[in-house]
């Protein structure tokens, strides 16, 4: 990829993105109101979501989007994932990947989460960054049971969107399109149960809102 080229597809993509959230035609809102009060407490929590659903996630509150952490590869096509969402406002990334970097990922994301004086918001996809498709992965747990904060499930859904064929048939809403927000309750790790005991909690209530989101009559 030639220079140009990489420092314009992320001015191209994040244009796009402002742009989608402009033309709304209509946003409903389910069960954000937890959500809200953790922000307005300047409180840190795990916000995660499908692979698939990460185009509009850090519109789903759009006034805190600089206090969203994003786990970004290291890789060049994660260079222009974190220029991208910086250009929306994202001030901070938690850097690595699910091999070579996926430790030091693990710690940053950690690391944000316990500066509580921030309030940061580690956005994680539990099935990413390679799937399978709503597969998750322990991370999510494990994090939620290290630092003791809440972890608050998403998802979204659009009334005009192409669906890529990728392995996470990944969305990508269209502009002037109606759209769902739906929430989870936060939810804090059980330190009496295990890892995995955790992470069938989290997916459960992951796979409720996707349900809730997909199933949505617009």
Same mark, same amino acid.
């Given at each position: 990829m030639n220079s140009l080229l990489?420092? #314009? !597809?992320?001015?191209?993509? #994040?244009s796009y993105?402002?742009?989608?959230?402009?033309?709304?035609?209509? &946003?409903?809102m389910i069960n954000a109101? *937890?959500?809200?009060?953790?922000?307005? $407490?300047?409180? *840190?929590?795990i916000y995660a979501f499908w692979h698939n659903r990460i185009f509009m996630a850090p519109f789903g509150i759009p006034e805190y989007i600089n206090r969203y952490v994003p786990i970004i590869s290291k890789s060049k096509d994660g260079e222009l994932i974190a220029r991208t969402v910086g250009k929306l406002?994202?001030? @901070?990334? @938690? &850097?690595? #990947?699910?091999? &070579? +970097?996926?430790?030091? @990922? +693990?710690?940053s994301a950690v690391e944000h989460l316990r500066m509580e004086n921030k309030g940061y918001v580690v956005a994680v996809t539990p099935d990413g960054p390679l799937g399978p498709? +709503?597969?998750?992965? %322990?991370g999510v747990a494990r994090m939620a049971l290290e630092t003791g904060v809440p972890v608050v499930c998403f998802c979204y859904n659009a009334s005009r969107k192409i669906t @890529?064929? #990728?392995? %996470?048939?990944? !969305? !990508? *809403?269209l502009p002037c399109s109606e759209f769902v927000y739906v929430y989870d309750e936060p939810f804090f790790a059980d330190k009496n149960k295990s890892v995995k005991e955790n992470?069938?909690? !989290?997916?459960? &209530?992951?796979? $409720?809102?996707t349900e809730i989101a997909d199933n949505w009559e617009f």
């Amino acid at each position: 990829m030639n220079s140009l080229l990489f420092k #314009s !597809i992320p001015t191209v993509v #994040s244009s796009y993105m402002k742009f989608v959230h402009k033309t709304e035609l209509h &946003r409903k809102m389910i069960n954000a109101e *937890p959500v809200i009060e953790l922000y307005k $407490k300047n409180k *840190p929590f795990i916000y995660a979501f499908w692979h698939n659903r990460i185009f509009m996630a850090p519109f789903g509150i759009p006034e805190y989007i600089n206090r969203y952490v994003p786990i970004i590869s290291k890789s060049k096509d994660g260079e222009l994932i974190a220029r991208t969402v910086g250009k929306l406002g994202v001030k @901070a990334y @938690a &850097r690595g #990947s699910s091999s &070579r +970097y996926g430790k030091n @990922a +693990y710690q940053s994301a950690v690391e944000h989460l316990r500066m509580e004086n921030k309030g940061y918001v580690v956005a994680v996809t539990p099935d990413g960054p390679l799937g399978p498709k +709503y597969v998750a992965k %322990d991370g999510v747990a494990r994090m939620a049971l290290e630092t003791g904060v809440p972890v608050v499930c998403f998802c979204y859904n659009a009334s005009r969107k192409i669906t @890529a064929n #990728s392995w %996470d048939n990944f !969305i !990508i *809403p269209l502009p002037c399109s109606e759209f769902v927000y739906v929430y989870d309750e936060p939810f804090f790790a059980d330190k009496n149960k295990s890892v995995k005991e955790n992470l069938d909690i !989290i997916v459960n &209530r992951l796979n $409720k809102v996707t349900e809730i989101a997909d199933n949505w009559e617009f």
